[in-house]
């Protein structure tokens, strides 16, 4: 039987590069390639974790009837005792989803698509710094990212754009045709025009689908947004009532509203769309999810996650040919991926920098924190530079060392670890844990830092901060 010391490095890279780092306790996968993609079968998409989070339409009532008080910006309705009750049930319903978001990646035996399920969740990212988004953050992970993770794309495409907290976090239900019957009535009843809101558009070409040298225009960002006009939340009324059948039972919280859409054709990438309702936006979301275009942006992401801030090209057109053969079918790519070379080279060439995210859960997972309920992981990723559900644009967080290796957040990092090496304490041992945290890829001048040091606790802090840690 192979010893941490001696294992095959190729296992490192499976807990660490494609996983979330060892668990402490857990056995090493003896076949790294088949442990990956066995996991494609046994990923369970609500874990118990998730369990007791309050779902889409819940939240959604909850955001409503915030609303119906006066939302967030109405300090006399802020003092009145209800506007509290309901402001702090959103509060404690987003403290649930974070807590299911950490126990779910902490304790999960699926580390690989827990990984995915983060990566696509910033694929599609919102941000609660828009307050309407704070009741929805959890639920959209939940419903809308969770269950399709290795379905078609095009799928899990479909779900993100039609969630609410898409819907609002993009100014959506703003959005207005304007030659749509609610904007002539509106010019009607008081001559004020409503006009297009392009937001949700834009970032659909932009990040979602082709990226932004995926070959599109103004022109075509302004017929997405007449072909998207209708798309919309729930009215309060409709969110409001318990247990209400949602109009789209795969998309709880959506509506489309027909006045709001702009009648006719749209042309988009050279291609017209005569669909009159919801399907003209449908199509053209079809047929972006699945072009070369979207391919090869996505492959591109998905290989600079996993494998290198330049990832090589022969691996993204691998993943490309993947993508488009199986018409996006997302199993198809990830298999592609854990079976590429390209994939399992050695560090510490091509290894990638831990984010904030990946190196606290590989530090808990790895030492045994996670079952120490004195921390309070979502605050320490506030202090670390990212925190949960909040990148500071609809790109999401970014992905490269240069976004996360700069000295003031490696300074923050080593005060983190020795935090977490105080709560550890003294009884775990670090010289012990390294070859099994870093299984064939320790150094051995780590291994002589980590045996030379003063205290248990210094030894721990050492090892969480070495460059084999660091990295994944």
């Known amino acids: 039987m192979n010893t941490p010391r001696n294992v095959d490095p190729h296992v490192a890279i499976a807990i660490n590069r494609f996983g979330l ?5 857990a056995a090493l996968p003896a076949d790294p390639r088949r442990w990956l993609l066995r996991q494609l079968d046994t990923y369970e998409a609500l874990p118990p974790a998730w369990a007791a989070t309050p779902g889409t339409l819940q939240s959604l009532r909850a955001q409503a009837q915030l609303q119906a008080l006066g939302g967030e910006g109405n300090e006399a309705a802020a003092r009145t005792a209800e506007h509290k009750r309901v402001r702090d049930r959103i509060r404690e319903g987003h403290a649930v989803d974070v807590r299911a978001r950490f126990a779910s990646a902490l304790d999960t035996s699926t580390p690989f698509i827990e990984r995915l399920v983060h990566f696509w969740a910033n694929h599609f990212a919102v941000s609660v710094e828009k307050p309407a988004v704070e009741a929805l953050a959890g639920a959209f992970e939940r419903d809308a990212i969770r269950p399709h993770v290795l379905g078609r794309f095009e799928d899990l495409l479909v779900a993100a754009e039609r969630h609410p907290a898409m819907l609002l976090y993009l100014d959506q239900p703003q959005s207005a045709g304007p030659d749509s019957l609610a904007a002539r009535r509106a010019a009607r009843r008081d001559g004020r025009a409503r006009g297009l809101n392009e ?17 599109y225009d103004q022109d075509d960002v302004t017929e997405l947004a007449r072909a998207l006009t209708g798309w919309s939340v729930v009215t309060a009324g409709a969110a409001g009532q318990a247990g209400a059948a949602p109009t789209w039972p795969d998309a709880p919280g959506f509506v489309f509203r027909a006045v709001l859409h702009e009648p006719g054709s749209r042309r988009v990438l ?4 005569p669909q009159a309702d919801e399907g003209q936006a449908l199509a053209i979301l079809h047929d972006l999810a699945t072009s070369e275009a ?5 492959a591109g992401k998905l290989a600079r996650h996993f494998v290198s801030d330049t990832p090589p090209r022969a691996l993204v057109d691998r993943l490309v040919g993947a993508f488009l053969r199986s018409g996006g079918q997302l199993t198809d790519v990830y298999r592609a991926l854990v079976e590429s070379p390209e994939a399992w080279a050695p560090a510490p060439a091509p290894a990638k920098f831990k984010t904030p995210w990946d190196w606290l859960l590989s530090a808990m997972r790895g030492t045994g924190l996670a079952e120490r309920s004195a921390l309070q992981p979502d605050r320490l990723l506030v202090q670390l530079g990212q925190p949960v559900w909040r990148p500071g644009s609809p790109a999401g967080f970014e992905d490269t060392a240069a976004a996360w290796a700069a000295p003031d957040a490696l300074m923050r990092r080593v005060e983190m670890a020795q935090r977490l090496a105080r709560h550890a304490g003294a009884d775990v041992d670090a010289r012990a844990l390294g070859p099994v945290l870093l299984p064939g890829v320790l150094s051995q001048a780590t291994a002589d830092e980590v045996a030379r040091a003063e205290s248990p606790t210094s030894a721990l802090a050492l090892l969480l901060m070495s460059p084999e840690f660091m990295r994944r």
């Open 21 to 25: 780092g060892a668990a402490a306790g």
């Open 199 to 215: 937001n949700l558009a834009r970032e659909i070409l932009e990040l979602h689908t082709l990226g932004v040298r995926g070959g």
């Open 270 to 273: 050279g291609r017209d769309y």
């Open 294 to 298: 979207t391919a090869r942006y996505l």
